[in-house]
């Protein structure tokens, strides 16, 4: 079965900095990852994903998210942060259940912008 | 594009109601929709997984016979919380992908169940 591991809570950054929001994948098979960002009480939002191809994805908001699979990893980054950024952030991995393509999610991180 | 909407977004209810939440895509048809729940401060848990026109297929530990859904067309799935508990209070999100969109899941806003 697959499996995300989100190993940070929280990271807190300041704005203008860098951030990066860890994430690890067990899967069989090609991996098929997702980022997904979550505001106070409201649904979750996408922002990129990766299939196939450049190791670098570009995704919603100036984020972007490095595929490395020798680590089993696909770490989200932004050059400089935002206070607007701030929010929950669930990577995700695509299964299968009952014939279905499914998401797998891992526990989220709050990520804290502070001005 | 690919927006999806959830109806209500919160909903308060006595213990022994049924409480009905509907999802719609708005902007595509929605061959295949889920349904999560997320407790405060947890990740979403999938639920079930329906395709239009057939029976939801539950993941391990959920009674179907309590969240009833029905995915009656390509824009419209519904889940019902049958005799709704305390324990049923929870946030409720659905998600939608369909022709083309298959390795993308869109997200309606959630609604919040509270059962008194």
């Known amino acids: 079965a697959q499996s995300v591991a989100q190993p940070e809570d929280q990271v807190n950054v300041a704005e203008g900095n860098p951030l990066t929001v860890k994430c690890t994948y067990s899967?069989?098979?090609?991996?098929?990852l997702f980022w997904y960002v979550q505001y106070p009480n409201r649904g979750l939002q996408f922002l990129l994903k990766?299939?196939?191809?450049?190791?670098l994805v570009k995704g919603s908001y100036g984020f972007e998210a490095e595929f490395n699979k020798s680590q089993t990893s696909f770490h989200l980054k932004k050059p400089s942060a935002l206070v607007s950024d701030s929010a929950l952030y669930f990577c995700a991995v695509r299964g299968r259940s009952g014939g279905y393509s499914t998401l797998t999610f891992g526990k989220g991180t709050m990520l804290l912008v502070s001005p | 594009g690919a927006v999806v909407s959830q109806h209500p977004s919160w909903v308060i209810c006595k213990s022994g109601t049924s409480v009905k939440i509907e999802c719609r895509s708005l902007?595509?048809?929605?061959?295949?929709m889920f349904w999560y729940r997320q407790f405060p401060k947890q990740s979403l848990m999938l639920m079930a997984t329906?395709?239009?026109?057939?029976?939801?297929?539950?993941e391990q530990g959920v009674e179907k016979d309590k969240f009833l859904i029905n995915h009656a067309s390509l824009t419209l799935s519904t889940l019902t919380v049958t005799s709704a508990h305390p324990e049923d209070s929870s946030f409720y999100i659905c998600?939608?992908?369909?022709?083309?969109?298959?390795?993308?899941?869109?997200f309606g806003p959630g609604t919040r169940l509270l059962v008194l």
């Open positions: 902007d595509f048809q929605a061959t295949t």
């Open positions: 998600s939608a992908a369909g022709p083309g969109r298959t390795e993308t899941q869109y």
């Open positions: 990766y299939i196939t191809g450049d190791n």
């Open positions: 329906s395709n239009e026109g057939s029976k939801a297929t539950y």
């Open positions: 899967v069989s098979g090609n991996p098929y």
